[in-house]
């Protein structure tokens, strides 16, 4: 009998060369999408109806001016959305650790798509009355203040603890793509079809998100979770205070948005001081979308962070820093915008970082609450920033209110390093973490 030939040798896949491990090394980690059933669902979703939602935060303000002419009108609809937020965000927190979150959440994102439908319909009226419009923004940022704690709260509950930062990160790419490729998209539709198609569209993506919430398992509250009350609201008031690497990522960012926020200067800036028109203003702000993209895109590393706390203090320092540089850089447009987009890349690693902290520190029957209070600072502080940048430009002007923020910021960031000393030295393996909860079941 003739011999058997040998088997061919098995093929092996080659090597990454190491430029390419490298750069997947940077590249944010898709890999809460492979594994991750119910993630990669609820991400999908959210990727589509995020587009739809910043449609209409373009339509918005313009639909205001266009039936008003008067900017005041438009201002005044940015506080009919702030309001709601400060008054519900943390109630909503509160009712996120006390019911199941897929339920919620399938609640507030049909009740934003009612929302939307009513401001299509209020256009179609011949005369749409702008009392409606703020009614109507009113009622979908007061579901929109009780949806996004109990989306972030339900993260840690889709992916396992060492997946956490890829998944934030994930979602950070989301948004930063979405507020670069939504306005794109609700400007064509403005200018072709109109304001009603555009609040449309926002309803037909919240159709993804919604079938995407009802094919995820259920997310149940944690054991012994009360009825939602005052008393619980406090509870994760004190939980942030006394667990101070937590009450450091809610510091940190008040400080470098008080300070370094300065979009409320970008038309002076434009017109007054890089004498740039008003396409600089779009520029400035473009700048900002593609630096936080950028960094979005290459946050990869994030997930192998050792000291989280320290990274976050190097990431405001850089914002401050960028600011700062782009105050001072009058004398270059293009260096100003570069300065911005470094800002802009720089406030996204420490979104990420500081959402990793929260996440993983937080008990999962408190991560409703406390996810509560990072919204109200995301949304609040801004803001506060953007009127303390308003109020310091009518004194020394634009140019020097922000570099004065941005060195402000700066100091800021010492001080909070010198203060919580404990939140530079956070090492996230050695520090006492919450049990992961399996998809499906109740927490523990």
Do not use: K
């Not at 080659?14 to 390419?20: F, K, L």
């Not at 993983?360 to 009127?387: C, K, M, N, Q």
């Amino acid at each position: 009998m003739a011999p058997m030939p040998d088997p061919a040798p098995e093929r092996r896949p080659a090597p990454e060369s190491p430029p390419r491990r490298r750069l997947s090394g940077l590249i944010a980690d898709p890999a809460p999408l492979r594994h991750d059933r119910d993630f990669r669902l609820l991400w999908l979703g959210q990727a589509i109806s995020t587009v739809g939602r910043m449609i209409t935060s373009i339509v918005l303000p313009y639909q205001v001016y266009v039936l008003t002419g008067d900017l005041l009108a438009v201002g005044f609809l940015s506080i009919v959305q702030l309001v709601p937020i400060l008054v519900f965000a943390l109630g909503g927190g509160a009712v996120a650790d006390a019911v199941d979150r897929r339920r919620l959440l399938l609640v507030t994102q049909a009740g934003l798509a009612a929302s939307s439908l009513a401001l299509a319909m209020i256009a179609l009226l011949p005369d749409p009355p702008v009392a409606a419009i703020y009614a109507t923004a009113f009622v979908a940022a007061g579901l929109g203040a009780i949806d996004q704690p109990a989306r972030s709260s339900a993260i840690p509950r889709l992916v396992p603890p060492e997946r956490l930062t890829a998944a934030i990160a994930m979602n950070q790419l989301v948004f930063n793509g979405s507020a670069v490729i939504g306005p794109a998209i609700g400007g064509i539709v403005l200018a072709t079809a109109g304001i009603t198609a555009a609040y449309l569209i926002d309803v037909v993506t919240f159709g993804a998100a919604i079938v995407a919430l009802l094919l995820i398992s259920p997310i149940p509250p944690a054991p012994g979770a009360v009825r939602p009350s005052l008393t619980t609201v406090l509870e994760g008031l004190r939980f942030a205070r006394s667990r101070r690497e937590v009450l450091a990522t809610f510091i940190v960012d008040i400080n470098a948005m008080v300070f370094g926020s300065p979009r409320s200067l970008f038309p002076a800036l434009a017109l007054d001081v890089f004498r740039v028109g008003p396409a600089g203003v779009g520029l400035m702000s473009s700048a900002v979308g593609l630096g936080a993209l950028v960094a979005a895109v290459f946050s990869g590393w994030t997930s192998t962070v050792r000291r989280p706390g320290r990274a976050v203090l190097v990431s405001v320092a850089v914002w401050s820093l960028g600011i700062a540089g782009f105050g001072l850089a009058t004398f270059s447009f293009p260096l100003a915008l570069l300065c911005l987009a470094i800002a802009a890349g720089a406030d996204v690693i420490s979104a990420v970082l500081r959402s990793t902290i929260v996440q993983l520190l937080t008990p999962d029957e408190l991560r409703g609450r406390v996810s509560s209070i990072h919204i109200l600072v995301v949304t609040g502080g801004p803001r506060v920033g953007d009127a303390e940048a308003s109020a310091v430009a009518a004194v020394i002007g634009p140019r020097m209110s922000v570099v004065s923020g941005g060195l402000l910021s700066l100091v800021g960031v010492g001080a909070i390093a010198l203060a919580m000393p404990e939140f530079d030295r956070l090492d996230l393996r050695l520090a006492a973490a919450p049990e992961p909860v399996p998809p499906g079941a109740s927490a523990t």
